[in-house]
């Protein structure tokens, strides 16, 4: 066969462009998410000092503080996705007193 060389390559960029899209996906929501955790840690409404937190009360309670429902719309189903997340982005935290 002659052809067969060229199907292969079809199929691999195929592959490629949709592991990119998962990706550009995983990185939306991630965002998504952490703007979540912004808008719950500025508003102060509960006590979330690490990202870890708050993924752990997104997972086990959907009744968020309404501002940040409202931002991320459907927070149901975004805890469901934080499951298939890997880990978290890294987080830069502001450290509001210094001096430890």
Same mark, same amino acid.
């Given at each position: 066969?002659? +052809?067969?060389?060229?199907? %292969?390559?079809?199929?691999?960029?195929?592959?490629?462009?949709?592991?990119?899209?998962?990706? +550009?996906?995983?990185? %939306?929501?991630?965002?998504?998410?952490?703007?979540? /955790? +912004?808008?719950?840690?500025? /508003?102060?409404?509960?006590?979330?000092?690490? /990202?870890?937190? /708050?993924?752990?009360?997104? +997972?086990?309670?959907?009744?968020?503080?309404?501002?940040?429902?409202?931002?991320?719309?459907?927070?149901?189903?975004?805890?469901?996705?934080?499951?298939?997340?890997?880990?978290?982005?890294?987080?830069?935290?502001?450290?509001?007193?210094?001096?430890?």
């Amino acid at each position: 066969g002659g +052809k067969g060389k060229e199907e %292969e390559e079809e199929e691999e960029d195929f592959l490629e462009e949709s592991l990119l899209e998962q990706k +550009k996906k995983e990185r %939306e929501l991630q965002e998504k998410i952490f703007e979540g /955790y +912004k808008l719950v840690r500025d /508003y102060k409404a509960i006590e979330l000092p690490h /990202y870890s937190d /708050y993924i752990s009360f997104l +997972k086990g309670k959907e009744a968020l503080l309404k501002p940040a429902r409202d931002f991320c719309n459907n927070f149901s189903e975004i805890s469901e996705e934080v499951d298939k997340l890997g880990t978290p982005p890294p987080i830069k935290r502001r450290r509001v007193s210094t001096n430890e």
